[in-house]
């Protein structure tokens, strides 16, 4: 606006100085500003809790979960609405997360095989971070139809294979 008022001046300065020229006619530029608006998006609810039990853990892992709450989160277990069940190897250390409600935050780099968790076509495979992640869902393909399942290094692809044949869906 105040360009507009400057260069409308400098005309009318010319203009006068001119001796008698042919008038110019100089139109401001106008702006146009949007209102504000503030989206108001409703927080997902969270997923019931994953309806699988787990009757074989990887060695050093204990199956006793721990709260969420009580470890920092990471690429799996941040996702807004997910529900996740988590193990700790006998150090304290994280080992594996079983989360409900999310697909893994990234295709995989490499490798990845097909298996079955419980009657359900799952695929399962490394990750460059050294994590072993097995994904898959469930019909009818809605969010908490989802599931990821994190083994945390060190991992030992054959515990892995163990860990998934021993996993039954409960009736959740």
Do not use: H
């Amino acid at each position: 606006m105040r360009l507009g008022v400057l260069m409308t001046l400098a005309v009318l300065a010319a203009a006068c100085t001119n001796g008698g020229a042919a008038p110019t006619t100089i139109v401001a530029p106008t702006t146009t500003t949007a209102p504000a608006t503030t989206t108001t998006v409703e927080r997902l609810a969270d997923c019931p809790a994953p309806p699988y039990d787990i009757s074989s853990f990887p060695s050093g892992i204990t199956s006793e979960q721990v709260p969420i709450a009580d470890l920092p989160f990471d690429d799996y277990t941040i996702v807004p609405g997910s529900s996740s069940q988590i193990w700790l190897a006998d150090d304290g250390a994280l080992a594996m997360a079983l989360i409900r409600g999310a697909l893994p935050p990234e295709q995989w780099p490499g490798e990845r095989g097909e298996v079955s968790i419980d009657g359900a076509p799952a695929v399962v495979g490394p990750f460059d971070d050294g994590t072993w992640v097995a994904a898959w869902f469930e019909e009818p393909g809605e969010r908490c139809d989802q599931y990821t399942l994190v083994f945390y290094p060190p991992v030992d692809p054959e515990e892995v294979r163990t860990t998934i044949e021993s996993m039954d869906r409960t009736a959740g």
